[in-house]
């Protein structure tokens, strides 16, 4: 059973991944980042830690203690992206490693600011993938989404590499 939902949680995430993939936009030329805030992807946490807080963790499965993936907010960071104001701002770290940022904001304004200032910064996206916005590079993936329900906007921000390491983590495991 164990078997079955990972592979679902791992099926799910393929499918999620390429159905961006196939329609996602590229990055205006010279604008993909290699991190964020000046964090480059894969930059040891050791190097940024005095900066960080944690917030949430995920646990090894087999190995309950061992934290495999760590999320940290900075300590008096600007929660701010060009005019949206941001409700939090996540840096995710994978086996030690600089991976993922997770940023989230409240209320239409704060999406419509976000996804004018991805724009301008990254390049436009012709149509929505599913809700979602997305960015895909070699170095970088960006996706930004906004639920309506909720009113609350997610803009994840992902080392692509890393990404794929982590993927093919979990399937060579099974």
């Known amino acids: 059973m164990r078997n079955l939902q990972r592979w679902s949680v791992i099926l ?3 499918v ?3 159905g961006c993939i196939q329609k996602s936009s590229s990055f205006k030329p010279n604008s993909e980042p290699d991190g964020f805030s000046g964090i480059k992807w894969g930059t040891g946490f050791s190097e940024v830690k005095s900066d960080m807080v944690e917030s949430r963790s995920a646990s090894n499965p087999t190995e309950p203690n061992v934290k495999i993936k760590i999320y940290y ?3 008096g960071d600007n929660l701010k992206m060009g005019e ?3 409700d939090k701002i996540e840096y995710g770290f994978w086996k030690g490693k600089f991976a993922k940022v997770q940023i989230t904001a409240t209320g239409a304004e704060n999406f419509d600011h976000l996804k004018k200032f991805l ?3 990254y390049g436009t996206v012709d149509k929505p993938v599913q809700g979602a916005y997305p960015w895909d590079g070699s170095v970088t993936q960006i996706v930004l989404r ?3 329900a909720t009113k609350t906007s997610s803009l994840t ?3 692509t590499k890393i990404s794929n390491q982590e993927l093919q983590e979990m399937v060579d495991n099974d």
Do not use: C, H, Q
Request: aromatic share 20%; no cysteine; glycine share 4%.
């Open 119 to 121: 724009f301008e910064k």
């Open 146 to 148: 906004y639920d309506e």
């Open 157 to 159: 921000i992902t080392s």
């Open 12 to 14: 799910v995430f393929v």
């Open 84 to 86: 949206a104001k941001l």
């Open 73 to 75: 907010t900075p300590k």
């Open 16 to 18: 999620g991944i390429f």
